[in-house]
Nanobody, 122 residues
Framework: QVHVAESGGGLVQAGGSLRLSCVVSGGTFSSYTMGWFRQAPGKEREFVAAIAWIGGKIFYGDSVKGRFTISRDNAKNTVYLQMNSLKPEDTAVYYC???????????????WGQGTQVTVSS
């Protein structure tokens, strides 16, 4: 059974940084395309970033390009999301997802974490 667990969320002031981590256990992490999504209250789940298992190609949502960086460490079964220059509109629950087919489409990911709250104060 595959288990996905995020950590690293919290409260930060606008302009600050946070680093989210996501550990995957019970599966074949190195063969998974990994993604980060977020969902703010009353809004749909939004694609943030993804990193493919073949070649490590990286994708970002338009709202985070230039500010967020996704990376992975296959030896640690971990994917990271470094978030810089945070804005109040980045406030959301951030979800890690594993084994995606279409990187920006949340419904194509097979495994999900419980989410971690990120709150950016103005």
């Amino acid at each position: 059974q595959v288990h996905v667990a995020e950590s690293g969320g919290g409260l930060v002031q606008a302009g600050g940084s946070l680093r989210l981590s996501c550990v995957v256990s019970g599966g074949t992490f190195s063969s998974y395309t990994m993604g980060w999504f977020r969902q703010a209250p009353g809004k749909e789940r939004e694609f943030v970033a993804a990193i493919a298992w073949i070649g490590g190609k990286i994708f970002y949502g338009d709202s985070v390009k230039g500010r967020f960086t996704i990376s992975r460490d296959n030896a640690k079964n971990t994917v990271y999301l470094q978030m810089n220059s945070l804005k109040p509109e980045d406030t959301a629950v951030y979800y890690c997802a594993a084994d995606g087919v279409r990187v920006a489409i949340h419904a194509t990911y097979h495994y999900w974490g419980q989410g971690t709250q990120v709150t950016v104060s103005s």
